[in-house]
T-cell receptor, first 115, second 116 residues
Framework: AQSVTQLDSHVSVSEGTPVLLRCNYS??????LFWYVQHPNKGLQLLLKYTSAATLVKGINGFEAEFKKSETSFHLTKPSAHMSDAAEYFC?????????????FGQGTRLTINP | EAGVVQSPRYKIIEKKQPVAFWCNPISGHNTLYWYRQNLGQGPELLIR????????DSQLPKDRFSAERLKGVDSTLKIQPAELGDSAVYLC??????????????FGPGTRLTVL
């Protein structure tokens, strides 16, 4: 079965500094990987997705992630953090069950932005 | 366009009481999902519907949980009786059919259940 491990439960950065949220995956075949963001009292929103095309994936709000097969990693980055980036971030791998996609979520990383 | 709508947003009940959650997916989305998100964890799939058919309910605790999606649009998730361990956020999501490729799931804001 597919799985993901988010290496940090909480990351804190200052506004204007880079953001790095780490994710490792386990997969028996070429996976589809995603990052979702969850703001308080709002629904989960897709940030970006990797589906075996370009290994560097650009998403919304200036985020991007790089798929590294040799390291089984899919880390999320942003060059300069903004206060509005404070949220919970989930790394997600897609498993295929009964011909349909099933999303398997990591434990989440809480991102705090300091002024 | 309206997103996925869920109600109620919050529910507090005593253990052994029944509770129900309602979800209205995005118009035209045939696939509907219910997830449970425990505190400090990622969501876990409970059940997936394709139109009115439950095609994956392997993670649904069938002794106390039930779900229905009459007419293939709105859905309800019920717990009877609720236990302390059922306290969680229950998320509903919907997507277009996408058996051959990725179809983005759109999530509602969730219902936060507290069982006392």
């Amino acid at each position: 079965a597919q799985s993901v491990t988010q290496l940090d439960s909480h990351v804190s950065v200052s506004e204007g500094t880079p953001v790095l949220l780490r994710c490792n995956y386990s997969s028996s075949y070429s996976p589809s990987l995603f990052w979702y963001v969850q703001h308080p009292n709002k629904g989960l929103q897709l940030l970006l997705k990797y589906t075996s095309a370009a290994t560097l994936v650009k998403g919304i709000n200036g985020f991007e992630a790089e798929f590294k097969k040799s390291e089984t990693s899919f880390h999320l980055t942003k060059p300069s953090a903004h206060m509005s980036d404070a949220a919970e971030y989930f790394c997600v791998v897609s498993d295929r069950i009964q011909g349909a996609q099933k999303l398997v979520f990591g434990q989440g990383t809480r991102l705090t932005i300091n002024p | 366009e309206a997103g996925v709508v869920q109600s109620p947003r919050y529910k507090i009940i005593e253990k052994k009481q029944p509770v129900a959650f309602w979800c209205n997916p995005i118009s035209g989305h045939n696939t509907l999902y219910w997830y449970r998100q425990n505190l400090g964890q990622g969501p876990e799939l409970l059940i997936r519907y394709e139109n009115e058919e439950a095609v994956d309910d392997s993670q649904l605790p069938k002794d106390r949980f039930s779900a229905e999606r009459l007419k293939g649009v709105d859905s309800t998730l019920k717990i009877q009786p609720a236990e302390l361990g059922d306290s969680a956020v229950y998320l509903c999501a919907s997507s277009l059919p996408g058996s051959g490729s990725f179809s983005e799931q759109f999530f509602g804001p969730g219902t936060r259940l507290t069982v006392l």
